[in-house]
């Protein structure tokens, strides 16, 4: 049984998500440990900043809640206010609405695909991904194509980093030949800075506390890292900076902001600010020359295609629903396939047995005529014997449905 179990930005506050988050690096121990300790057989999970969520095959999925609230030290009592937990074939449906950007926080963002298909890298690497899970994850990757190519869930700018692009046209007429500071070096600036950069601007500076971080993230786009303790040196070199960090207090202030507009002779400068607390004292958005744009204000942007996005949703939600029955169906499928196997190893053992009986007779010196027609009796009689017998046995509402299934097994015509 295939059961999904997590948190999400719809259930839980981020006080809560943060406690159950899982980092990169614990990922590799947290699947082997729920694997090993026979929690679950198959397992994946997707950990971001909105969600973390346990994909597994397993008999149920107390036991895997028990092994979350364990491993993150969170009391069940906690947890369990904001946990939901869907079995078949809701947690196939979600898995597909998941991926195709129906349950993000942004509808139709294309950022949650990505990392569904990191967190199946990981599971693979992990060496937790059985056949179940492996099939529901490709057939995800599929519907979610699908979702995107047939309906116009990603007709518009649907997420954070795209509305940046966005309103920086506005101010200037293309992004390419802009200088672009990207503050921070987390999921988010990784996300801005691949839209950024995908126009070509001049130049590109990652500012982060971590150099060695910020120096990664800068090699990707040949671009220059720099300390942020030298951030105010730099900040009038730049004509749009982006930040987002975890800073509890504001990076770029009034002063420094008035002082890099006069070193820029009062040259417009773009600022993006995605952090919550802010990065960039409000004030600075007062300034003439500066144009400030906050989590909200993008949002705006992002908000003015949910009209036509949550028409598409409508038949993105039909397709999900048939690609729910199809995978069903291939479940389904194979539950039979143990009795197949079962009834041809049966029949086999018969066969053999037969053959064997058989080249004794012709060895004793048998005719083989005689021995051929004792062999393909023996051998029907055999075969036939335990459904005639369950069948003679069987009485009333048993009896037909027995009668019924023969017909169709054997391609039966009693009345012909």
């Known amino acids: 049984m295939i059961f999904t179990l997590g948190i999400n930005h719809h259930s839980a506050p981020l006080a809560i998500r943060e406690r159950v988050a899982f980092g990169a690096d614990k990922l590799p121990h947290a699947l082997s440990e729920l694997t090993r300790a026979h929690v679950a057989r198959e397992v994946a999970i997707l950990s971001t900043c909105n969600r973390t969520e346990i994909y597994c095959s397993a008999d149920a999925p107390e036991a895997v809640i028990d092994w979350l609230s364990a491993y993150h030290q969170v009391t069940r009592d906690e947890l369990l206010p904001y946990l939901y937990t869907h079995d078949q074939p809701a947690a196939i449906r979600h ?110 500076t990652i500012a982060n506390r971590t150099l060695e971080r910020g120096r990664a993230l800068a090699e990707r786009y040949g671009g220059q890292a720099i300390r942020l303790d030298d951030l105010a040196e730099h900040l009038p070199q730049h ?20 002082r890099a507009i006069k070193m820029r002779r009062h040259r417009p400068m773009f600022i993006v600010d995605l952090a919550v ?64 196997r079962a009834l041809r190893d049966s029949a086999e053992r018969m066969r053999r047995h037969e053959l064997e009986h058989a080249h004794k007779l012709l060895a004793k010196g048998e005719a083989p005529e005689k021995v ?40 039966l015509h009693p009345g012909d």
């Open 95 to 204: 898995a597909f609405r998941v991926a195709s950007g129906l349950d993000s926080m942004v509808i139709g963002e294309p950022q949650i695909l990505g990392q569904v298909k990191d967190a199946v890298r990981a599971a693979e690497e992990a060496g937790t991904l059985g056949t179940q899970l492996h099939k529901l994850f490709q057939r995800a990757f599929s519907v979610a194509k699908e979702v995107r190519s047939t309906t116009a869930i990603g007709a518009n700018i649907v997420s954070m980093a795209a509305a940046g692009v966005h309103l920086a046209e506005r101010i200037f007429e293309s992004v390419a030949g802009q200088r672009i500071l990207f503050i921070g070096a987390g999921e988010m600036i990784e996300l801005c800075a691949a839209h950024f950069c995908a126009q070509q601007p001049k130049a590109v």
């Open 239 to 258: 004509d749009i900076v982006v930040s987002c960090t975890a800073s509890p207090l504001p990076i770029i202030g009034l002063g420094m902001a008035e």
């Open 277 to 340: 607390p802010r990065d960039v004292e409000e004030e600075v958005g007062e300034l003439d020359d500066i144009f400030l744009y906050t989590v909200d204000d993008l949002a705006q942007v992002v908000e003015s295609g949910l009209e036509s996005r949550q028409a598409a949703v409508v038949e993105a939600e039909a397709i999900i629903g048939q690609r729910v029955d199809d995978f069903l169906g291939w479940l389904q499928a194979r539950d039979t396939v143990p009795v197949i």
């Open 372 to 411: 051929l027609e004792q062999l393909a009796l023996r051998l029907t009689n055999k075969l036939l014997h335990a459904p005639t017998q369950t069948l003679n046995a069987a009485e009333g509402a048993e009896r037909q449905h027995l009668q019924g299934a023969a017909e169709r097994l054997f391609h």
